[in-house]
């Protein structure tokens, strides 16, 4: 397994990367924020649980709810935590339609000692211009502490057509994050990745989506990171998986080693 170019450095201007980046540019991201929407999903009924099986795989972060931070500071203390800022109508009448503008902020985010804020923005959407603004506000504050922020960018919404998650639209979507000062950029996986990461001056990462298989997964994470990706930032692919922590060492594996997906395979099945 040989080791490709950094893609990330661990600092932009005096904002500290180093808790989400490793040493090598890239990061793997565990999104463990799935109950401030689904409750106590499947795979997260039990966050202390969840939490020590996926950190026992060696990720560099987990992106999660103030209150899990709060309640699980003992779990996460290995890994950076990232804040989720902004908030969402929950699943349990209709389905959620993504952001609805911010619920926790700075202050927050120091309290639990996050390393990064996350914030979802929607380009193309009925709710853009609101989202849009949420971010850059976001960033502003953000910044004037030197935290970090993740924007993740979903053109077209959580519903939107497949026109809207092809190559145009995501790049277009992760340029427009790092135009608002995003430190780095979580984005839908698409074919030709490439046009993504060469035209957004920020680090990208993937995002999981809905679980799918295995092999499947690290397929799309290994041609992710050859076309210039940052590494992931994916939850149900991992803590739905029979075995979180292998999922996560096989992630782990791919991000950070360049394992082909044939040895990311094996340390999934032991």
Known sequence: MGRSKPVASAAVGSRDLSRIFGPDGRTVIIALDHGLIDGPCPGFERPAETISAVVAGGP????????VAENFAAELDPVGII???????????????????????????????????????????????DTLRNLAHTIGEAHQSDLPVMAEMVPGGFDSPPEMRGPDAVAF??????????????????????????????????????????????????????????????????????????????????????????????????
């Open 60 to 67: 560099d972060a987990v992106l999660t709810s103030y209150g």
């Open 173 to 270: 979507a992760a340029r427009l994050g790092a135009e608002l000062g995003a430190d780095f950029i979580k984005a839908p996986y698409c074919e030709d990745y490439a046009r993504v990461t060469s035209s957004t001056f920020a680090p990208v990462v993937i995002l999981g989506g809905s679980k799918g298989s295995e092999a499947a997964t690290l397929a799309n994470i290994r041609a992710a990171v050859d076309a210039g990706a940052a590494g992931v930032a994916m939850g149900r692919n991992v803590f739905q998986s029979d075995d979180p922590t292998a999922m996560t060492r096989a992630v782990v594996a791919v991000v950070h080693a360049d394992a082909t997906v044939e040895e990311a395979l094996s340390i999934l099945e032991g």
């Open 83 to 129: 804040l989720r800022s902004d908030g969402a109508v929950s699943n349990l009448g209709s389905p959620s339609t993504g952001s609805v503008g911010r619920f926790f902020g700075v202050e927050e985010a120091l309290r639990v000692g996050a390393a990064a804020l996350a914030v979802t923005a929607l380009p193309g959407a009925a709710s853009e211009a």
